[in-house]
């Protein structure tokens, strides 16, 4: 499964380096649905650049990275909601 990777504007290429792999965190795209926290996962990188050409920002920092199967349970164990995308549909 692949989540979105996306700074939201706010981190340069250089905060990434220096905050994010020496923290040992990344930002990903979550969204509320139902007052619940949910992460939009796909099945293929293709599908996550379809997704944040169609909904973010052009001047915003993106990408895409691969989540194991410890990383998708930590998040579900969060409360988070996982939805899978076949698509990369417009999110409003």
Known sequence: MFAV???DGELTSKNIKEEC???K???IVSYKNNNKTTIPVF???KDVISFFKRNLPKNWIKGSVNLTELEIDWMLKKGWQIEEMRFAKKNR
């Open 5 to 7: 990777v996306a700074t």
């Open 21 to 23: 792999v020496r923290e």
């Open 25 to 27: 965190w990344i930002s």
């Open 43 to 45: 099945f293929n990188e």
